[in-house]
C-alpha cells in the first residue's frame, strides 16, 4: 500500500461510481507489461515456487529494487493510538492558548496591570 491506494480510498468515498469506471478502463491494463515472458519460467498458480524447505522466495521479484524499506504511511497506521493522543493535547493546547486570550480580551487585564486589570481595582472594607 501507498499514497495511490489512500488517494483512491478517499476518491471511493466522494466519487464511487466514475472511480469504478476509471478502474475498469484503466485497471486491467495498468497491471500488465510489455516485457516478454520467459518460456522457462516455472508456473506458480497453483503451488508456490519454493517447493524445497531450503527455499523460501518470499515476496520478492522484479519490483525489489524499487521497494522501500520504510513507510510513513505503515509507522503512522501502527501508532494510530500515539498519534490521536498528540493530536488531542495539541488541540487542547491551543483551545486553552485561545480561550486565556478571549478571556484577557473581556476583561481588560494583561500581564502588567494595564487598564482594568487587578491593580486598578480598589478593595472596600
Known sequence: MGLPTVGTLIANKFAA???DRYLAWTGYESQQT???QDPGRPANLWSPMDDEPSQDFGAHGRFDRRAKT???QLWMSWHRGALTAAAGAAAAGVGATLGTRRRRRRTGSDRHGGAGGWSDR????
Open 122 to 125: 480598589r478593595v472596600r472594607w
Open 34 to 36: 510489455g516485457e516478454p
Open 17 to 19: 461510481g466514475l472511480l
Open 70 to 72: 520504510r513507510s510513513p
